[in-house]
């Protein structure tokens, strides 16, 4: 008798419902590569239409269309950006998979809601992104540097001078001075891309070592006096008040001097630590513009910037609430996300199946439900629940 | 007896009022060069503020603020942009001179009721652009360069993908790729901002002439395969029906290849022509961009492009009719206008007082009333007048 073989999980993607949102889980690339692997891919009709993928070349790609209803119901597997997943949750079923990013150190009541379910909940929060064999599957960084591109071109675009300096008939303009505070994938990226655009760029970083990487980007680097303690996993570790004041006080009398400043400290779980306070905002020029890429519900790191917003203070700064921007460059966002996705299935589902791997740092760090239970301890923690009964073989979770 | 030297005429700036200007006619840079003329210089409260231009830098380079109706009583000179002049006209008096982009091929009857006040007016338009001694006048250049550079900016926001190639761990996003239609300046300047922003570019232009400059510039050069002949003035020569048509439909099979394109093809007191029609668009990739700088009331490059708006075709191609550009840039733009507006003062009031010069090519050419008659004989023949008695001697207005 030969034993019948498992045919491969079908994998679904349904629209992004937050508001504002014009990101798809999967563009029709991903779908191909999807296919290849042998699921069976369905697709919402109008899941790509925000991201411009229309839902003929979902279909020329391989994919099968259907309601959102349908898609739901019939896959094993869905993909989501945001979704937002504590309403998919509901209508999801014990054995199915969710992959997105579910936000699950902020959003404990929807993890208790798919573990009650049964539901497997993957988190790319929560990848190690110090492993190299993840950088695959790092959507983190995908979406962070997509922000980051679209920061610099958000800047531009609120700037009322030009970026780089001109000379005509009619004058000679200066070029605009840029400040990029954060130089992490968000803010390397903005660095580059306000450097194509002419602008002379300084980023800041308490990170000695990132030095290197900024002035290689033609850009001036800028750190604190405060020399900054990293632990063993290259966290900062954290300063004292006074140090801590000392830094804040540097870095706020250099931004006055700038005339953008992207900011792009974000620390996933926490509330974005401010780092231009109103008093530094008032003591800007008129026409200055500042990019908050730390911008959430729970603050930002420019003091009174409102998500997805652009506001402009008494004395003529421009502040623009910008916590999402991966989603405003829909198409490449999409794209680059799709991989992350395509990467995270093939490894959880290597042979068209869930074959989770407790012993696996990559399978145990996403993989944040299974079978019922909580497996991550971060997400343990934010639910005030004890650690899980492996919690001694658990990584610290990245907090940046 | 000694003879009483004449004090220098008093310049005015009021506020734009025309819905969504941005830009003021004198920057603080410009008040500052005419107050060391010798010329008094006021100021309307609050006129620079659209271009962050705040009233105490005003104050701080010499300029004395007032309210609306001070400014224009008591200036002798009154520096616009658009104004607009024809609601202006009626507080104008004999003796006054308005300078300004007063579009008088359009506006005959603001014409005829400025020069019926007395009023003398100055109007940028009819500049001749081929005098190097004119360049630093030339505010339709100033302001096109403002609204080529921004166009590559508006472009870059609206589309969905990174301009630039991208090479990540989560896969390679190949350049955009852009056609700008029409190399004059605002063309160029769109060109060498899309190249900077790392897009694959390439530059259509009937003109043979342009290839140097538009590959000076690191991009493609596209032309048509009918050849245009140029009269002696370096303009093109109207083609045959057949030629016409021949060389749009050239065009309009390239312009689907593209992601991005931005069309540039604007003709003083004419219709701009439609360059890429309903039914181009209609073929062109979902997800698409064109950015009609072409765009008026009269109609644009682009068939059915609507000004100041961006309106998405069913097959999903962004197009934003962008007629005004150079608004959505104010500080540069207006920096650049106020030295063109000083140049011009230093050429009619050489030594503080107005010195019309009827053998003076440019003076000729922008003084378009005087003394209760319209002295340009393109806008008497668009205000269906005789040619005035020095007809003889006038230049042809430029056509592009």
Do not use: W
């Amino acid at each position: 008798m030969t034993q019948a073989i498992p045919s491969p999980v079908s994998i679904g993607v349904v629209r992004e419902t937050a508001p504002g949102e014009r990101r798809v889980a999967l563009d029709p690339a991903a779908v191909a590569a999807l296919v290849k692997r042998g699921h069976p891919v369905l697709v919402e009709r109008g899941a790509g239409a925000a991201a411009s993928f229309p839902d003929a070349q979902y279909v020329t790609f391989g994919a099968r269309l259907g309601s959102r209803t349908e898609v739901i119901e019939q896959s094993d597997v869905l993909a989501v950006v945001r979704a937002p997943v504590a309403s998919l949750a509901t209508q999801l079923r014990s054995g199915q998979t969710v992959i997105g990013l579910l936000d699950p150190l902020n959003e404990p009541e929807t993890v208790a809601d798919l573990a009650g379910r049964g539901v497997t909940a993957v988190a790319f929060e929560l990848l190690p992104r110090t492993l190299s064999r993840a950088q695959s599957m790092d959507a983190l960084s995908s979406q962070a540097s997509a922000a980051g591109y679209r920061a610099a071109v958000v800047a531009a675009s609120a700037f009322g001078r030009y970026l780089p300096m001109m000379i005509t008939a009619s004058g000679t303009a200066t070029p605009a001075k840029v400040l990029v505070i954060g130089t992490g994938v968000a803010g390397l990226q903005a660095i580059a891309t306000a450097r194509r655009l002419g602008a002379v760029v300084t980023g800041y970083d308490v990170r000695e070592a990132s030095r290197r990487e900024v002035e290689s980007l033609g850009a001036i680097f800028l750190t604190s006096s405060v020399s900054q303690t990293l632990d063993a996993g290259g966290y900062a570790v954290e300063l004292t008040p006074d140090e801590r004041a000392t830094q804040q006080a540097e870095l706020e009398r250099a931004i006055v001097e700038f005339d953008i400043v992207i900011t792009t400290a974000k620390v996933p779980g926490h509330k974005p630590p401010v780092l231009i306070s109103a008093a530094t905002l008032g003591r800007m020029r008129a026409g200055s513009v500042c990019v908050d890429l730390g911008s959430s519900a729970r603050g930002g790191n420019v003091e009174g910037s409102v998500p997805d917003t652009s506001t402009m203070t008494p004395n003529g700064v421009t502040v623009i609430g910008a916590g999402e921007l991966a989603t405003d460059l829909p198409s490449s966002a999409s794209q680059m996300y799709g991989r992350n996705v395509v990467a995270v299935v093939a490894s959880l589902f290597p042979h068209g199946i869930l074959a989770f791997d407790p012993k696996d740092d990559v399978h145990r760090a996403i993989v944040v439900t299974l079978g019922g239970d909580v497996l991550s301890d971060a997400v343990r923690a934010a639910m005030k629940l004890p650690p899980a009964a492996s919690a001694a073989t658990q990584k610290k979770v990245p907090t940046s």
